[in-house]
Every structure is written in structure tokens, then in C-alpha cells.
């Protein structure tokens, strides 16, 4: 069955790009119908959806993280990546990937992504 | 957006039956499905109710699902409650005028 597994930084300065990247195995990321997604978790804090790549290239984002988050698909590493800009402490968070066709499932373990200099 | 809100916490006792409530604040509850994941202290949620009242397999059936259109929320029981069911619990749903993905507030589940 599919899998996905983040990787990146666990560490980040301020007014720095935090980018994460998803592996996907045990199926393509160009399969149609599938919402390739991020989603964060603040420490002791609830789940915030971030964004998602659609299989067609569409992408669509949290309108409260628009302006700073870009979410791609290298379909030749079956990958899709995450960047958020100009990252202060308040984004430092557990950083999710996950897929969504009728629900979110698989998701990544996650990573714990400390913004701090 | 709409907003999906949960009660902050519920504890019940091993063996009775506890209900979390999902409210959306606009919008009609029965617009889009709603999820409901469970989330156990260091690892990824994981699905326990998809399209409002759907177990994916190897969800027990003390886990059921529902929708009240009159209170404009959904509904997670939990039945016979276990040990292992104490967890985070979060309602999702889909606003299909942004586009975009909203979880809710999250619900604390506590077996005394």
C-alpha cells in the first residue's frame, strides 16, 4: 500500500524557507484523484491543513498561509514538496504529509520542524 | 471558511458510551462528508469514521458516525468504551468554496 515519509530540516532560522519533502512508495503520485496535502500541528495544539497539490498540477492553500507557502510534485522522484517563507518561532510545529481521496490516509510519522536561531 | 468546533475534552468511564459533536458555523453539515480521525500522544492521526458514517476496515463497530442537519453538526459514539480508545479526536470536512480542507478544534477523549 502507499506510504509516505517526510524529510527536511528539523532545524530553521527566522525570515528563512522552511522546506519539507514527501516520498511516496507503493504507488505514483501522477495517479489521478489524489490530493497530495501538508498539514501542521503546533506543540500540544490541533491540526491546520496547509495546503495540497492536486494530480493534475492544481494547487490550492490555507488562505492564512497563502502568501507564503508553495507546494510542488517531481513526479520523476515521485515526490511533492513544501515551502514556507519567511518563517518566524510561531511555525514551528510537526509538519504532516499526507494524501486525501475520501479521507486522509496514508499520512507520514511527521516531522518536527523548530524554527529558532 | 467555515469553522468545524468540538468540545475541548469528555471523560467517561471503561464500558459506557461517550458522543463528540462536530458544529459548523456555515454552511450546511451535510454539504460535504465528514471525517473523524483519532490521534494517540506521537503519532499521525488515523481514520476511524470517513464520509459521515463510514468505518474503514479494522475500525471496530464501537466507532459509529452520524449527521443532524437540525443542529447543523456531525457526531462521533464511541461505545463500550476501552483504555485504548483515549486519545485526541478530530472532525474534517471539505469547504468546496475555497478549496481548502478544515479540521476541528479537537476533542480530548478521557477513559477514568
Known amino acids: 500500500q502507499v506510504q509516505l515519509q517526510e524529510s527536511g530540516p528539523g532545524l530553521v532560522k527566522p525570515s528563512q524557507t522552511l522546506s519539507l519533502t514527501c516520498t511516496v512508495s507503493?504507488?505514483?503520485?501522477?495517479?489521478?484523484?489524489?490530493?497530495w496535502s501538508w498539514i501542521r500541528q503546533h506543540p500540544g495544539k490541533g491540526l491546520e491543513w496547509i495546503g495540497y497539490?492536486?494530480?493534475?498540477?492544481?494547487?490550492y492553500y490555507n488562505p492564512s498561509l497563502k502568501s507564503r507557502v508553495t507546494i510542488s510534485v517531481d513526479t520523476s522522484k515521485n515526490q511533492f514538496s513544501l515551502k514556507l517563507s519567511s518563517v518566524t518561532a510561531a511555525d514551528t510545529a510537526v509538519y504532516y504529509c499526507?494524501?486525501?481521496?475520501?479521507?486522509?490516509?496514508?499520512w507520514g510519522q511527521g516531522t518536527l520542524v523548530t524554527v529558532s536561531s | 471558511n467555515f469553522m468545524l468546533t468540538q468540545p475541548h475534552s469528555v471523560s467517561e468511564s471503561p464500558g459506557k458510551t461517550v458522543t463528540i459533536s462536530c458544529t459548523r458555523s456555515?454552511?450546511?453539515?451535510?454539504?460535504?462528508?465528514v471525517q473523524w480521525y483519532q490521534q494517540r500522544p506521537g503519532s499521525a492521526p488515523t481514520t476511524v469514521i470517513y464520509?459521515?458514517?463510514?468505518?474503514p476496515s479494522g475500525v471496530p463497530d464501537r466507532f459509529s458516525g452520524s449527521i443532524d442537519s437540525s443542529s447543523n453538526s456531525a457526531s462521533l459514539t464511541i461505545s463500550g468504551l476501552k483504555t485504548e480508545d483515549e486519545a485526541d479526536y478530530y472532525c474534517?470536512?471539505?469547504?468546496?468554496?475555497?478549496?481548502?480542507?478544515?479540521f476541528g478544534t479537537g476533542t480530548k477523549v478521557t477513559v477514568l
Open positions: 499526507a494524501t486525501y481521496a475520501v479521507r486522509f490516509d496514508p
Open positions: 507503493g504507488g505514483s503520485i501522477s495517479s489521478g484523484g489524489y490530493y
Open positions: 497539490i492536486y494530480y493534475s498540477g492544481s494547487t
Open positions: 456555515s454552511g450546511s453539515i451535510a454539504s460535504n462528508y
Open positions: 464520509e459521515d458514517n463510514q468505518r
Open positions: 474534517q470536512s471539505y469547504d468546496s468554496s475555497n478549496h481548502a480542507f478544515v
